[in-house]
């Protein structure tokens, strides 16, 4: 199977305790109740999820834009405005797409969790685009991605 830089990244931070999800539902809100309490992969597993190290998205951030919908485009238009929120959204996966931006706690401790991983991101190929505050979210670009 072969893997892409957004995965080695979430596969080599997972490897220091952080909870790293795809696409969780709806939105920012309802996508932090999602976080599970307990590490379902890596290392980890079983032990409790520091909710000051992770970095998940949500379907709103990676959903399929109209123009690469398959199916008709009245349909498309109606499951955007009939979404519930309850993770039904069509979404890109990390091989279809190459950036994200990506929530995080922006409390003090999260907010420095974070920046110790900069250089993470960087060293697994990737580029980040963040203000270094709470208060905004931080964009990761694995863009001219070859899988492996």
């Not at 349909?75 to 950036?99: H, K, Q, R, V």
């Amino acid at each position: 199977m072969k893997t892409n830089k957004l995965e080695k990244l979430f596969d080599r931070l997972r490897q220091d305790g952080w909870y790293c999800g795809w696409a969780h539902i709806c939105c920012s809100s309802c996508a932090w109740a999602e976080v599970p309490f307990e590490h379902e992969i890596g290392p980890f597993k079983g032990e409790s999820v520091d909710l000051d190290k992770v970095l998940f998205n949500h379907e709103q951030d990676c959903c399929i834009e109209e123009e690469d919908w398959e199916g008709d485009e009245e349909e498309y238009y109606e499951m955007l405005d009939n979404y519930d929120g309850e993770g039904i959204m069509p979404t890109y996966t990390p091989n279809e797409i190459f950036d994200s931006c990506f929530c995080f706690a922006g409390d003090k401790e999260g907010v420095k969790n974070l920046k110790a991983i900069l250089p993470i991101i960087e060293e697994m190929g990737c580029t980040y685009n963040w203000n270094g505050k709470g208060d905004t979210r931080i964009t990761i670009d694995w863009s001219n991605d070859e899988p492996q």
